[in-house]
């Protein structure tokens, strides 16, 4: 199966910043560039991390990386998965499906 979310983490001091938090920012960045429609593409999950570097854990499916690097934000990813682990919850977006 083609794994279908990248695995993204943000430091302590990137969560310093609202701004890099999907939830955030990336509704106005969508309404500004009249891309609203992607809403129903787009897939993050979230979880809290466990140490200051991986403080949280993003899964983004491909089109929701893609609007997060247009949008200048962080994007080394870390992996990839299929799905979000059951502990991750839904941050922006539509739930995965199958």
């Not at 690097?69 to 991750?88: F, I, L, Q, W, Y």
């Amino acid at each position: 199966m083609p794994l279908n979310y990248s695995i993204v983490q943000q430091s302590t001091e990137e969560l310093r910043e609202t701004e890099n938090s999907p939830a955030v920012s990336m509704w106005p960045y969508l309404v500004d560039s009249t891309q609203t429609k992607l809403i129903n593409t787009i897939s993050i999950y979230s979880e809290k991390g466990d140490t200051a570097e991986r403080a949280r854990v993003l899964y983004l499916n491909a089109p929701a990386l893609d609007v997060w690097k247009k949008m200048d934000k962080a994007t080394d990813t870390v992996g990839e998965v299929h799905r979000p682990p059951k502990s991750a919850l839904l941050l922006f977006g539509m739930p995965f499906s199958e």
